[in-house]
């Protein structure tokens, strides 16, 4: 049976995601205004050239350093690997396609590696403003070879948050929607990057105080979680209860805020319910 990567391995498999996020990030980089996207099904989730580009580099550098590590990719699904290994990469070529597609520039390469569903690996690349992200379980974080380390924001007036909208918003009342305004109205604001990842990047380097989010794929995700853990901060499910990566759903923060946000997120009602006075609205500790 496999066993929990000791930290000498733990910083190998650092160096190996490292290197595949660059990679992926450098071609990312390259197509940048070059090229236009389509719709892989659902309306306005998009891929381009770069994703894939960028996913068969990544793929090529993983496989080649971890031929018996199974894998998960956005654009290609599972791949290869022990299927009952504890491990799983969980990669994100393009996280911010949409971004990318009209040249805003909010989008990352994403590269988490899980031990038993939870994440011991991640690196985030920022192809535009070259920005590297780094952790792996026990070792910290660092941002451009330096540690970094979440804010210390401790009111929910205090804070800058950030949030997203799933691709389903438009079909269902369980959209975000209300949580934005909400928690708008309660904090110094609240922004939407587009990409999960650099969003938990932020939180990890005390850029963003708390971040929440529905509808999101393991890929999204698995390296920021770790990100945020290491960095001093906390991740959970929305209730606060141990977070499952592949739930679709996270929330993280700086630990200050934790409690305060996860109650919010469980006051506020749907968008379609509110009162229009915001007197009405449910009122929670700061």
Not at 18 to 38: D, M, Q, Y
Not at 102 to 129: E, K, N, T
Request: glycine share 10%; proline share 5%.
């Amino acid at each position: 049976m496999a066993t929990m990567p000791d930290r000498a391995e733990l910083q190998r498999l650092l160096e190996v995601a490292t290197e595949a996020a660059l990679a992926g990030s450098a071609i990312v980089r390259s197509f940048l205004g070059k090229i236009e996207a389509e719709e892989k099904g659902r309306s306005g989730d998009l891929v381009t050239a770069a994703d894939r580009a960028s996913e068969a580099a990544v793929l090529d550098i993983l496989q080649r350093h971890c031929p018996d590590l199974p894998i998960l990719a956005e654009e290609s699904g599972a791949i290869g690997g022990n299927p009952d290994s504890p491990f799983l990469w969980a990669i994100d070529p393009l996280d911010g396609t949409t971004n990318f597609a009209h040249q805003y520039p909010f989008f990352s390469v994403s590269i988490g590696l899980l031990f038993a569903g939870q994440p011991i690996v991640g690196v985030v690349a920022d192809p535009y403003r070259g920005e590297l992200f780094r952790a792996a379980k026990g070792l910290g974080a660092t941002r451009d070879q330096l540690p970094m380390q979440v804010s210390k924001a401790d009111r929910l007036s205090r804070s800058l948050l950030v949030t997203g909208f799933a691709y389903d918003r438009r079909d269902t009342p369980d959209n975000n929607y209300a949580e934005f305004c909400y928690l708008t109205h309660l904090t110094q604001g609240v922004r939407r990057g587009g990409s999960a990842a650099i969003d938990l990047a932020y939180v990890a380097c005390g850029r963003l105080d708390g971040y929440w989010e529905r509808g999101l794929s393991l890929w999204d995700i698995a390296a920021g979680i770790l990100l945020v853990q290491e960095a001093g901060g906390q991740v959970s499910a929305y209730d606060g209860s141990l977070i499952d990566p592949s739930s679709g759903r996270v929330l993280a923060t700086n630990g200050y805020l934790h409690q305060s946000l996860s109650q919010a997120l469980a006051t506020v009602p749907r968008l379609d319910l509110w009162q229009a006075d915001p007197a009405t609205w449910p009122k929670v500790g700061d």
